[in-house]
């Protein structure tokens, strides 16, 4: 008797049937029109426009929103320790005397400015919360885990994501997710993630799964987060309705009948390294 190759099997079967199960967690999309200043509802111009652009695609923001450190301060908001601005450029009219003649020169002054995504305590409608936004109603206990884990979470982007160079994770507001449960699920993933880091589990693959590599850290991720969600006694806490990479899985489990035991083993540990920093056990 295979063991390894009749559980894999059943792994396989489960994430098959789960496919029809999965959809997307969160509403609404990448920010589109012109940016604007969020404090005075004026629209930028020229080469800004462009930078702006650049950057809402590069960091996945949800809002076209911007606003200069003292104009976040001057609301009541406080830019994130370690967000980065962006360097744009507005032109200043001097004067300047050429003999017997004065002249206008147009000087290039730089200026910068912070997307409301990375700006923390803003005014509710300018936090990146789309007019369609649910009531989100946390759960105690997980928001114990995601607080005791110390781990950097940001909030007002477009997609979810675990940034290793900043070790942050990057997350779409609560209000834009489906449900509840869906959040915490993208959280817990994101968390699973994180907890791969050097300086935590330092979770790597070495060649045993070459390119697969990517693909078998988003199973271990979704698997993470399926512990956390069942310990926590939260819906959805199966893996067929944690399925977004379904076909990639399936292949990496019908190439290698250990995966899932190595996966299964790497995610226990991450899921009990996230709940060990909060209040459940």
């Known amino acids: 008797m295979d063991i390894r190759q009749i559980i894999t099997d059943k792994i396989i079967n489960l994430l098959e049937r789960g496919t029809a199960k999965t959809g997307p967690r969160w509403t609404g999309g990448t920010a589109t029109g012109?940016?604007?200043?969020?404090?005075?509802?004026?629209?930028?111009?020229?080469?800004?426009?462009?930078?702006?652009?650049?950057?809402?695609?590069?960091?996945?923001?949800?809002?076209?929103?911007?606003?200069t450190f003292k104009q976040a301060a001057d609301m009541g908001g406080h830019v994130r320790k370690g967000e980065k601005s962006v360097l744009c450029v507005?032109?200043?009219?001097?004067?300047?005397?050429?003999?017997?003649?004065?002249?206008?020169?147009?000087?290039?002054?730089?200026f910068w400015l912070f997307n409301v995504?990375?700006?923390?305590?803003?005014?509710?409608?300018?936090?990146?919360?789309?007019?369609?936004?649910?009531?989100?109603?946390?759960?105690?206990?997980?928001?114990?885990?995601?607080?005791?884990?110390q781990a950097q979470?940001?909030?007002?982007y477009d997609s979810a994501y675990y940034a290793p160079s900043t070790?942050?994770?990057?997350?779409?507001?609560?209000?834009?997710?489906?449900?509840?449960?869906?959040?915490?699920?993208?959280?817990?993933h994101e968390l699973t993630h994180w907890t791969g880091n050097e300086?935590?589990?330092?979770?790597?693959?070495?060649?045993?799964?070459?390119?697969?590599?990517?693909?078998?850290?988003?199973l271990v991720a979704e698997l993470g987060a399926a512990f956390a969600m069942g310990q926590l006694g939260m819906v959805e806490a199966t893996i067929e309705n944690h399925a977004s990479?379904?076909?990639?899985w399936i292949k990496v489990l019908k190439d290698d009948k250990k995966a899932i035991f190595t996966a299964a083993?790497?995610?226990a540990k991450a899921a009990d390294f996230i709940l060990a920093g909060g209040s459940v056990a």
């Open 34 to 67: 012109m940016p604007t200043n969020a404090k005075t509802g004026e629209a930028y111009h020229g080469i800004n426009v462009l930078v702006l652009w650049a950057e809402m695609a590069d960091k996945s923001y949800a809002s076209s929103q911007w606003l």
């Open 90 to 110: 507005y032109y200043q009219t001097v004067q300047k005397d050429e003999g017997d003649e004065e002249r206008s020169y147009f000087l290039a002054k730089p």
């Open 117 to 149: 995504a990375q700006i923390d305590n803003l005014p509710f409608d300018l936090a990146n919360v789309p007019a369609t936004a649910t009531t989100f109603n946390p759960v105690d206990e997980a928001e114990q885990i995601l607080t005791g884990s």
């Open 153 to 156: 979470i940001s909030y007002g």
């Open 167 to 188: 070790d942050k994770i990057c997350l779409p507001n609560r209000e834009r997710f489906t449900t509840v449960a869906n959040f915490y699920a993208t959280a817990l």
């Open 199 to 218: 300086a935590r589990l330092n979770r790597q693959f070495g060649k045993r799964f070459g390119d697969d590599a990517y693909v078998f850290e988003e």
């Open 245 to 248: 990479y379904v076909t990639s």
């Open 265 to 267: 083993s790497q995610a």
